[in-house]
């Protein structure tokens, strides 16, 4: 009954919570069960044919196994990016501050097309690993790259602020107690920023598993080597064969879906381990 | 920076120096080589053959055409996705209702699925062969590989750019204020643009810049529904793209800058956003303290 006293405080509520519900539901909800009734209307048989292709599961290796080397590598260089920032004053940190978000602001296909200049053979980078025999533009480790240049906001931004609330307290008291810095670092400051850094890797995961723009450049293409799982939907939808299109949009819905309810449950774990609300 | 003065002043809460200069160090070469050489790079590239050749890529009938269609894109987007984000905020925001979680994150949801199958579900819901396509054709609408498609796909992956900056902003603000002015006679719509409004018009600016960089700048899922009829259907990054498949690599660049510009003015903007954001969110409780 409280609740009900209380929602009748405000005004709009019928009107903003119905709108909200007509627009995602047409934006977002009808069309993606489209999916769902496609898929269900082409039988399980075809739908196994398609996504056991032994180019779709090359792709399902090629998209996971990268975007987790890169989810692992963000992690890193994010959390030390993210200290760097918030520990240290140097010279051009607000500059860099406010440039870890290129990745969300450059459009994909712009990032795409750079990052192939950069490193192919004649690129400012590709000129100099060429000789040394390491190929990075059209083979896998060219995704990695790109990859890696998407993911970095994600893990920077989701464990900034966290560090930036840390109290000194915590390290001092560990400090007083013997421990040296490497041990209040990864026995104290690691554990409190650990959900958020899970967070981040979990962020950078899911937008490298589904992202198309930036690597399609320079991927190459090449098939069971160098495709990645989104060119496969788009090489089918190219042949007008829906359905197939369909049966591999439904195995990446499925991981998207429990990829997005894994990050709110990290969000959560956050939120409770350092008071702060998202 | 207070943090920071805090972290400085003692020993117990900084490291030897030689640990702070190789993290700086190899912060900022990662931070060079993955970000700052790419950016720069687009820049060269497109300024590589002069001026003129510059100028004549951006000037051609297909680029102008391509920046008209994404600016329509963008300016249909963005205000319907404003609209929603404000009218979503307000609904979980200021009410108390079940499966509140559960909306947040379908809200969430186009931010989880490959741009790619952004485009695809309109293709199977408008597409020749989709739920909607006999009927469309019989009254010959064209949605897919027309505009229409276009604006949906961006409007689906620009849908939780307001709504997501807006919640949690809102959830920090609380109820008060509102509760005061309502209690003081104050109409629904009175109470939205006089106390709600002010209150949050920062982060609105934030979500709706954020949500104008990714309406303008969308690949994948325009890429699905556009069909790449130049000069009609081809937004500015399907216009790089094109070039740069025909080994036009100086014009590709040059289009590719306009984005380039537009990404640098969002971040820019956005850091003044979030300066002044961060100022307002310091200031509050000596505000709320007065009488």
Redesign the interface.
């Given at each position: 009954m409280a609740t009900l006293s209380k929602n009748k405080i405000f005004p709009g509520f019928n009107l903003s919570l119905g709108y909200t519900l007509v627009y995602l539901s047409l934006i977002v909800l009808i069309p993606i069960s489209a999916v769902a009734f496609k898929a269900g209307s082409s039988g399980f048989d075809h739908f196994w044919d398609v996504v056991s292709a032994p180019r779709v599961v090359a792709s399902y290796q090629l998209s996971f196994g990268l975007s987790l080397i890169a989810g692992f590598i963000n992690a890193i260089f994010g959390l030390m990016l993210a200290w760097v920032l918030v520990r240290y004053n140097f010279l051009g940190k607000k500059f860099i501050d406010a440039l870890v978000d290129l990745p969300f602001a450059l459009p994909t296909a712009v990032t795409g097309i750079a990052l192939t200049a950069l490193y192919s053979k004649n690129g400012w980078i590709g000129q100099y690993l060429e000789p040394l025999g390491i190929k990075v533009a059209f083979t896998p480790l060219g995704i990695l790259i790109a990859l890696i240049f998407i993911g970095l906001p994600f893990v920077v931004r989701t464990v900034q602020p966290i560090l930036e609330d840390l109290e000194t307290e915590l390290e001092e008291a560990s400090a007083s107690l013997g421990a040296n810095r490497w041990q209040t670092f990864h026995l104290v400051i690691l554990p409190i920023l650990l959900p958020a850094l899970l967070t981040g890797f979990a962020l950078a995961f899911a937008r490298a598993v589904g992202e198309y723009g930036s690597v399609i450049f320079i991927a190459g293409n090449i098939p069971l080597v160098s495709e990645i799982t989104p060119l496969m939907i788009i090489t089918r939808l190219e042949q007008y064969d829906y359905s197939g299109a369909t049966a591999i949009a439904v195995v990446m819905l499925v991981i998207s879906l429990i990829l997005l309810f894994a990050i709110n449950a990290l969000q959560a774990w956050t939120a409770k381990r350092t008071g702060r609300s998202r | 920076m207070s943090?920071?003065s805090?972290?400085?002043k003692?020993?117990?809460?900084?490291?030897?120096r030689w640990?702070?200069y190789t993290?700086?160090a190899?912060?900022?070469s990662?931070?060079g080589?993955?970000?700052?050489?790419?950016?720069i790079?687009?820049f060269v590239?497109a300024l590589k053959k002069g001026w003129d050749v510059y100028l004549s890529a951006v000037t051609e009938p297909d680029a102008v055409s391509a920046i008209k269609l994404t600016l329509i894109a963008a300016v249909i987007a963005v205000p319907l996705n404003l609209?929603?984000g404000v009218?979503?905020a307000?609904?979980?925001t200021?009410?108390?209702?079940k499966g509140k979680?559960l909306?947040i994150?379908?809200?969430?949801?186009?931010f989880?699925?490959?741009?790619?199958?952004a485009g695809?579900?309109?293709?199977?819901?408008f597409?020749a062969?989709?739920?909607l396509g006999p009927w469309l054709d019989s009254e010959n609408i064209k949605i897919i590989f027309a505009i229409p498609g276009i604006v949906?796909a961006t409007?689906?992956v620009t849908?939780p750019f307001v709504a997501r900056e807006l919640i949690?902003l809102m959830?920090?603000q609380g109820?008060e204020e509102?509760?005061a002015a309502?209690v003081l006679g104050a109409?629904?719509w009175q109470?939205?643009f006089k106390v709600t409004l002010p209150n949050i018009k920062w982060g609105l600016l934030y979500g709706v810049i954020?949500c104008n960089?990714r309406a303008?700048?969308?690949?994948?899922a325009v890429?699905?529904v556009s069909g790449h009829i130049r000069g009609y259907t081809n937004t500015?990054?399907?216009h790089?793209?094109i070039l740069?498949n025909e080994y036009n690599?100086a014009a590709?660049?040059a289009v590719?800058s306009i984005?380039?510009l537009?990404?640098?003015l969002?971040?820019?903007v956005?850091?003044y956003v979030e300066w002044r954001l961060r100022s307002e969110t310091h200031a509050e409780p000596l505000i709320e303290g007065q009488p």
């Amino acid at each position: 009954m409280a609740t009900l006293s209380k929602n009748k405080i405000f005004p709009g509520f019928n009107l903003s919570l119905g709108y909200t519900l007509v627009y995602l539901s047409l934006i977002v909800l009808i069309p993606i069960s489209a999916v769902a009734f496609k898929a269900g209307s082409s039988g399980f048989d075809h739908f196994w044919d398609v996504v056991s292709a032994p180019r779709v599961v090359a792709s399902y290796q090629l998209s996971f196994g990268l975007s987790l080397i890169a989810g692992f590598i963000n992690a890193i260089f994010g959390l030390m990016l993210a200290w760097v920032l918030v520990r240290y004053n140097f010279l051009g940190k607000k500059f860099i501050d406010a440039l870890v978000d290129l990745p969300f602001a450059l459009p994909t296909a712009v990032t795409g097309i750079a990052l192939t200049a950069l490193y192919s053979k004649n690129g400012w980078i590709g000129q100099y690993l060429e000789p040394l025999g390491i190929k990075v533009a059209f083979t896998p480790l060219g995704i990695l790259i790109a990859l890696i240049f998407i993911g970095l906001p994600f893990v920077v931004r989701t464990v900034q602020p966290i560090l930036e609330d840390l109290e000194t307290e915590l390290e001092e008291a560990s400090a007083s107690l013997g421990a040296n810095r490497w041990q209040t670092f990864h026995l104290v400051i690691l554990p409190i920023l650990l959900p958020a850094l899970l967070t981040g890797f979990a962020l950078a995961f899911a937008r490298a598993v589904g992202e198309y723009g930036s690597v399609i450049f320079i991927a190459g293409n090449i098939p069971l080597v160098s495709e990645i799982t989104p060119l496969m939907i788009i090489t089918r939808l190219e042949q007008y064969d829906y359905s197939g299109a369909t049966a591999i949009a439904v195995v990446m819905l499925v991981i998207s879906l429990i990829l997005l309810f894994a990050i709110n449950a990290l969000q959560a774990w956050t939120a409770k381990r350092t008071g702060r609300s998202r | 920076m207070s943090h920071l003065s805090r972290f400085e002043k003692s020993g117990a809460t900084t490291e030897p120096r030689w640990v702070k200069y190789t993290l700086v160090a190899l912060s900022l070469s990662f931070f060079g080589f993955f970000l700052l050489l790419p950016l720069i790079s687009v820049f060269v590239e497109a300024l590589k053959k002069g001026w003129d050749v510059y100028l004549s890529a951006v000037t051609e009938p297909d680029a102008v055409s391509a920046i008209k269609l994404t600016l329509i894109a963008a300016v249909i987007a963005v205000p319907l996705n404003l609209i929603f984000g404000v009218a979503a905020a307000w609904a979980i925001t200021k009410f108390d209702f079940k499966g509140k979680h559960l909306l947040i994150t379908l809200i969430d949801l186009p931010f989880s699925v490959s741009p790619v199958i952004a485009g695809l579900i309109y293709v199977l819901v408008f597409g020749a062969q989709g739920w909607l396509g006999p009927w469309l054709d019989s009254e010959n609408i064209k949605i897919i590989f027309a505009i229409p498609g276009i604006v949906l796909a961006t409007i689906f992956v620009t849908f939780p750019f307001v709504a997501r900056e807006l919640i949690p902003l809102m959830e920090a603000q609380g109820r008060e204020e509102e509760e005061a002015a309502t209690v003081l006679g104050a109409s629904g719509w009175q109470t939205f643009f006089k106390v709600t409004l002010p209150n949050i018009k920062w982060g609105l600016l934030y979500g709706v810049i954020l949500c104008n960089a990714r309406a303008m700048g969308e690949f994948g899922a325009v890429s699905v529904v556009s069909g790449h009829i130049r000069g009609y259907t081809n937004t500015i990054p399907l216009h790089v793209e094109i070039l740069y498949n025909e080994y036009n690599f100086a014009a590709s660049f040059a289009v590719a800058s306009i984005l380039a510009l537009l990404a640098l003015l969002t971040l820019a903007v956005k850091t003044y956003v979030e300066w002044r954001l961060r100022s307002e969110t310091h200031a509050e409780p000596l505000i709320e303290g007065q009488p």
